[in-house]
């Protein structure tokens, strides 16, 4: 069995990771999920809960979520100005199998297509996969939740399926899209992140991520 991952504060070059305070947070979380009433629809749309008519529905729903089991959920900040950015989890941790996934993701509308959800992810699937070495890490959305779907193969993780009539979430059926990436592609795909991260973001994520690929398979 691999060690079982723990609550703690994750420190990038661009965003913190640290784990959900819902007294702390709550407050910022909220503004920041439901001040664009244009927006705030898109944002929730294929997560299981939300939007929330006020505060203490959005403080119940975080609770229940922090008190599923094998669920770690983190509140996203700047780093340096720690103003908050999302929230990012670690969930359907299986220690048995060194199996964990990356869900219940979402972020502000102004920090959407930055660096933000790229760290987030490197710094959780860095921990699992070298701190505990797991063996595989999971991603699973709405198979309509297209932005989800294609954040994941850019990330690197593999298609792998459809799960018909998975489950229900807000009264809606779901067809769920089910992406996976494995402990021995995990290090060319580091390398690629730390690339694109750290010392040259001109070339694409997902190219970097395919090349280190194609250089593996030719060797």
């Known amino acids: 069995m691999k060690p079982q991952p723990a609550p703690q504060i994750f ?3 661009f965003v913190t990771l640290t784990p959900l305070d819902v007294a702390a947070d709550l407050a910022e979380l909220y503004t920041i999920s439901h001040a664009d009433a244009a927006a705030t629809p898109t944002l929730w749309r294929y997560l299981p809960r939300g939007p929330f008519a006020c505060a203490e529905e959005h403080a119940a729903f975080l609770r229940e979520w922090q008190a599923t089991p094998n669920v770690i959920a983190f509140t996203v900040r700047a780093t340096g100005t720690r103003q908050p950015l999302g929230s990012i989890s670690l969930m359907s941790i299986r ?8 869900g219940n993701i979402w ?12 760290e987030s992810c490197y710094l959780l ?7 505990f070495g797991y063996r595989r890490m999971e991603w699973k959305c709405d198979a309509r939740n297209a932005p989800s779907r294609a954040a994941a193969l850019r990330l690197g993780f593999t298609f792998e399926g459809i799960f018909r009539q998975h489950m ?6 779901r067809d769920t899209a089910w992406f996976a990436m494995l402990d021995h592609e995990w290090p060319q795909i580091a390398t690629a992140f ?10 694409p994520l997902g190219r970097l991520i395919a090349e280190s690929r194609s250089v593996q398979a030719r060797a």
Do not use: M
Not at 95 to 102: I, M, P, R, S
């Open 11 to 13: 420190e990038g070059r």
């Open 95 to 102: 220690a048995e199998h060194g199996v964990a996934e990356l």
């Open 107 to 118: 972020y502000s509308p102004a920090a959407q297509r930055t660096k933000t959800n790229t």
């Open 125 to 131: 699937l860095r921990y699992c996969f070298e701190q």
């Open 168 to 173: 229900i979430i807000k009264g809606e059926n």
């Open 194 to 203: 730390h690339r694109w991260l750290y010392e040259d973001d001109s070339i």
